[in-house]
């Protein structure tokens, strides 16, 4: 849910940076980052330093959370295990889901085991948290197994572009990581068995007392039963994970306060143990709105809905006021350096340094070192004419970079030259307008503007050397060819 209003038990649930209107406890856990010692930071252990970096948001139950897990994760301690959810609602992960995604990095860089769930079995009722109204039409079964399938495939990437590229903090060794999906477990779960027995033990008022689902009964369409049972089958989930894998840490955005508290609450009163919530900060467009496949705004992590050059863009394009915060949560940085980068972007503003080096190490993470490394032509080639990186781009790349550009296959005839290229890729118009287009400095080859239509074709130059040539009209208009028979 969006901003969940919490009942008696839930105003436990403290913001860990003093949220909550009253005097911060005497630990180090409650002092605002600003506050820490310049050469204290980092110190404290895993709940510390992340809460420094802006990454762990809320703790569930406040009061045990702050006298219990400081401890529980200090390091040399055994290992915890923690989990997040991610529901296949789209066969790809996005921007959005980073941040949860980096909080299980940061257990698994610490030592600890984190277990990354795809709800292919909640994904079928739909998480009424922060939504107006059910989606529709319900996603078929089929539809929601082949998007989980693709899930597990994008969060495998993940962890193993992190374990080849970064590695645990410290030099020390990583914890244990697992993909697994609810369907396994909730698939099988008969419905009386589950009623009468996780069922039994949740309260129907704290269920009915989330904000999200009290402002869905007001509204004129209501909320289905299979919504409202959502956060119980969530629930079920850490329930699940504690018994048969020893999870005592639920992650996940802000959004779900309200379900990691059903968990809390059934997990506690099944078994008696002391489990814990931890939320990370939802990230939000420039207006405000979440970022997600619901709101239209998505940056997907899977490269055939966004290309490594596009996933660079969108950080590089981030702004000053930002930019800090995101280094902070989206990398692995040390914060001494990130200070360092923003006390270099303080001098040479220009260069924009804080905003290459967070698009760097973010598409690094979803994309591999070569994922990077095509970013990083394809910008060469687009914003700097760089006829070295258009000569080294794949297909694949050329048609990630120019995504609406049509695309022609050309033999290249003797004696063809500027105004020929452009009639057959049909560029141009027939007649003097089209002429005219050239003459007047509205056409370029691979970069290079031509005015004169009977310049000939020459290779290495109007064709580069893996056959293709990009011609461009005005200012936005592309055209790919690919010569044969060279």
């Not at 379900?259 to 939000?284: A, C, K, Q």
Request: hydrophobic share 40%.
């Amino acid at each position: 849910m969006a901003a969940p209003t919490l009942g008696r038990r839930g105003r436990a649930a403290a913001r860990l940076w003093g949220g909550l209107r009253r005097a911060p406890p005497p630990l180090p856990l409650r002092r605002r980052a600003h506050e820490q010692p310049r050469r204290a930071r980092g110190a404290g252990g895993l709940l510390a330093a992340q809460c420094e970096r802006g990454l762990f948001q809320e703790v569930f139950p406040a009061q045990s959370a702050e006298e219990q897990l400081p401890g529980l994760l200090e390091p040399g301690r055994p290992p915890l295990t923690a989990y997040c959810g991610f529901d296949p609602t789209a066969d790809s992960l996005h921007v959005g889901h980073l941040l949860p995604v980096m909080a299980l990095l940061h257990f698994q860089r610490a030592g600890h085991n984190v277990i990354a769930v795809v709800g292919g079995a909640t994904a079928r009722l739909g998480d009424p948290s922060g939504r107006q109204r059910a989606r529709e039409p319900p996603p078929s079964a089929e539809r929601v197994r082949a998007q989980a399938r693709a899930l597990r495939a994008g969060l495998g990437r993940l962890f193993e572009n992190h374990r080849e590229l970064f590695g645990a903090a410290g030099g020390g060794r990583l914890g244990r990581a697992a993909l697994l999906d609810n369907a396994r477990w909730l698939g099988r779960q008969p419905l009386l068995g589950f009623l009468g027995g996780a069922g039994g033990r949740l309260r129907m008022g704290a269920l009915l007392s989330r904000q999200s689902c009290q402002a869905r009964l007001r509204s004129p369409e209501g909320m289905s039963l299979a919504e409202f049972l959502y956060p119980a089958l969530q629930a079920y989930d850490f329930l699940h994970l504690h018994r048969h894998h020893g999870c005592r840490i639920q992650l996940g955005g802000a959004d779900q306060m309200g379900n990691i508290m059903s968990g809390y609450e059934l997990v506690t009163r099944m078994t008696g143990t002391d489990v814990f919530g931890i939320t990370v900060p939802l990230i939000t467009s420039t207006t405000g709105d979440k970022l997600g496949k619901t709101a239209g705004n998505a940056v997907w992590l899977n490269r055939d809905k966004t290309s490594p050059f596009e996933l660079y863009q969108f950080f590089v394009r981030q702004q000053d006021n930002i930019v800090e915060k995101y280094l902070k949560l989206f990398t692995f940085l040390p914060l001494e350096e990130i200070d360092h980068i923003m006390e270099m972007h303080a001098k040479e503003p220009e260069k924009w340094g804080p905003q290459k080096r967070l698009a760097a190490e973010v598409t690094k993470l979803v994309h591999g070192r070569e994922g990077l490394e095509s970013a990083k032509r394809c910008t060469k080639a687009l914003y700097h004419s760089s006829m070295e990186a258009l000569e080294a781009m794949s297909d694949q790349e050329l048609q990630e970079l120019f995504r609406q550009a049509p695309s022609a296959e050309l033999m290249l005839e003797p004696g063809m030259n500027i105004l020929d290229l452009c009639r057959k890729a049909n560029a141009i118009p027939d007649g003097p307008s089209g002429y005219q287009k050239i003459t007047d400095g509205g056409v370029s080859v691979n970069g290079i503007r031509v005015t004169n239509p009977e310049t000939v074709l020459v290779l290495g130059q109007h064709i580069l050397k893996n056959g293709v040539s990009l011609l461009r009209i005005g200012k936005k208009n592309y055209y790919i060819i690919k010569w044969l028979q060279l």
